[in-house]
């Protein structure tokens, strides 16, 4: 799996004779051994889904956020590291702040996406700074309607019905693929999403995980929040149900 | 460190190369950098303008009123101005004085309310946090001689408190159970205190809206740069409602029996 880059891996302004930029891919490498992050896409508004990896039984629960909100109507998650992830979080803030400062209009998320994605490439042009390691999926319901994009760590970024980085992103992505995304309401795709985490969860490698869940749309007002508790308490237990049925 | 010792002992000013120490391309530059910067001023006059705001607290919150208008000097220019604008979940602002000024204050506040809604630590701004924060920008701008020429209210209802405070131009803030700016202050606050004073925490809505309108009408009576048009805002637990314009009914049958002024001279 791994490919040596005999000295052409040193640096992010060093292109391989083959055309690739090493740097930039071990950055991806950094993204797939880090926990899941999901996000849909749906009918009236988008949810996020986090598997957050618990290293230490001392943490406090609930602590340590990694679905960031952008804007009333942005919502901003990462897979990879985190410490990368919290300073996207801030400069996605900033681009948001300053697009309402310029245009007196809450952003769209393709506007955001634009700029989050030329502040990431900007970033494996040197070799003085390294790229980030961090895959974003950003979601929003703006004026055009729920939207959803991820960027990679080379700075490309596309939109998506449905979303997965991290280290389960092959489960969950088939598991994605399967739903009928633009038919489920935000409400269904909680429950759908809660059991995704928990399918792709791997047992074996490491045993505690923290679920972590947001969503944008009309039973939250178009704003991003985490999702109720009760809501949050009912999806929990269903996706451990249905992993019970699952083998 | 300065490292021309033609400079060492000699009294320094920044702005102006007085030795031709740099070569003219480092010297520093003291002209306007664009149009818009040799158009920069400061003190100013306030031009669109909005007139009295008024506070008064009841037994289940706040209410504020003000009226639709912004003049244009002694043209009544828009008529149709909401003053009062409502902040996060549980504050209202009301604006008197220049309204390009209550508009970019307007986008602070949004600013403001985006980024502490950003952090979701649970915690939402109050209307003495606000307050405060009006209170400084409006302190730090007038201590630049580049004042927001306005004066304001602030009310709001968090954790069963009631908060009612005032700031302006020149950073002045007081508080009391009921507040008015500008000509309401002297014709309005009178009316408001004889009806409000003592009985803040037995005063029902109704008739909080009462003593409002009956100041409004006064208002509208006495001052000229007023309308018949206004708006109630109404801050208590369930959150701010700011109603609908409501209309003033004034009688002004007694100009009929005018006499000295104009062409009736008995």
Redesign the interface.
Known sequence: MTSIGTGYDLSASTYSPDGRIFQVEYAGKAVENSGTAIGLKVKDGIVFAVEKLVHSKLLVPHANRRIQTIDRHIGLTTSGLLADGRHISNRARDEASNYRETYNSPPPLKAVADRLGLYVQAYTLYSSVRPFGISTILGAVDNTGPALYVIEPSGVFFGYNGAAVGKGRQLAKTELEKLKLSELTTREAVYEAARIIYLVHDDAKEKEFELEMSWIGTESNNLHVHVPEDLFKDAEAKAKAALETFE | MDHFPTNWGRPRNDAFDAYGTHPIHQRPVNTPKDAFDAGVQRTQQPIVTGTSVLGLKFKDGIMMAADNLASYGSLARFKDIQRLQGVGTNTVVGAGGDMSDFQYIQ?ML??LV??E????DGHTLSPAEIHEYLAQVMYARRSKMNPLWNSLLVGGFKDGERFLAYVDLLGTTYSASTLATGYGSMLAQPLLRKAVEGREDTLTEEEARQIIEECMRVLFYRDARSLDKYQVATVTAEGVTISDTQFLKTSWSFAEGIRGYGAQTQ
Do not use: A, G, I, L
């Open positions: 986008r949004d600013e985006v980024n809604f950003t952090s979701q």
